[in-house]
Nanobody, 124 residues
Framework: QVQLVESGGGLVQAGGSLRLSCAAS????????MGWFRQAPGKERDFVAA????????YYLDSVKGRFTISRDNAKNAVYLQMNSLKPEDTAVYYC?????????????????WGQGTQVTVSS
């Protein structure tokens, strides 16, 4: 398994941008599929974006398509989520997750390791 640590969350006004980072430990990071999920208070943890182990395939929640971009740097053991045109409904705790099967999946059950989360708050 890999250990994951998220960073980059914060408070931003609607229309603003944030870049989340997820640092992974472990020599096998490049073989993992990676995902970002989010959880708002009182709601379930929802899929946001995913990327497969090669970085060539990416997947997004419909409501973030065109605004969010997931990317990875296997040399740095890191995955990123660039979030633009943020909306108040994007407010949540954002979690990074790793899937040993190498795929980028929208199902949280495919993921083996999770970070502690980073808070993103978008004010109107």
């Amino acid at each position: 398994q890999v250990q994951l640590v998220e960073s980059g969350g914060g408070l931003v006004q609607a229309g603003g941008s944030l870049r989340l980072s997820c640092a992974a430990s472990g020599r096998t990071f490049s073989s993992y599929g990676m995902g970002w999920f989010r959880q708002a208070p009182g709601k379930e943890r929802d899929f946001v974006a995913a990327i497969n182990w090669t970085g060539r395939s990416t997947y997004y929640l419909d409501s973030v398509k065109g605004r969010f971009t997931i990317s990875r740097d296997n040399a740095k053991n890191a995955v990123y989520l660039q979030m633009n045109s943020l909306k108040p409904e994007d407010t949540a705790v954002y979690y990074c997750a790793a899937a040993a099967n190498g795929l980028g999946s929208s199902s949280r059950y495919e993921y083996d390791s999770w970070g502690q989360g980073t808070q993103v708050t978008v004010s109107s």
